[in-house]
């Protein structure tokens, strides 16, 4: 069985900063590219980040240089290193895995999501 469990959302004001981690099961994590999404109350669901098996990153231009997204392979974690953050940072924000569940086949998995608030 897959999981994706995201924590360390919560409420920062403008400015703040946030860490969010995203711990895996059930995949092959360190062969998997993995991800963050975030969604606005009204908005569509959006690509903040992702990270491929060899660490290379994509990152939103909403976002760029303020957001860092990193992998631990040997703790099957990926991570979210949110700074400068404004209120319109404010959504939920899903962890994602396009996972290998075998060495031959993957799919693609979320997590329950985190909220993050950006107010004063």
């Known amino acids: 069985q897959v999981r994706l469990v995201e924590s360390g959302g919560g409420l920062v004001q403008p400015g703040g900063s946030l860490r969010l981690s995203c711990a895996t099961s059930g995949i092959i994590f360190s062969a998997s590219t993995m991800g963050w999404y975030r969604q606005a109350p009204g908005q569509q669901r959006e690509l903040v980040a992702t990270?491929?098996?060899?660490?290379?990153?994509i990152y939103a231009d909403s976002v760029m240089g303020r957001v860092t997204i990193s992998r631990d392979n040997a703790k099957n974690t990926v991570f979210l290193q949110m700074n400068s953050l404004k209120p319109e940072d404010t959504a939920i924000y899903y962890c994602y895995s396009q996972g290998f569940v075998t060495p031959f086949i993957k799919g693609d998995y979320w997590g329950q999501g985190t909220q993050v608030t950006v107010s004063s």
């Open positions: 990270i491929t098996m060899v660490g290379k990153t």
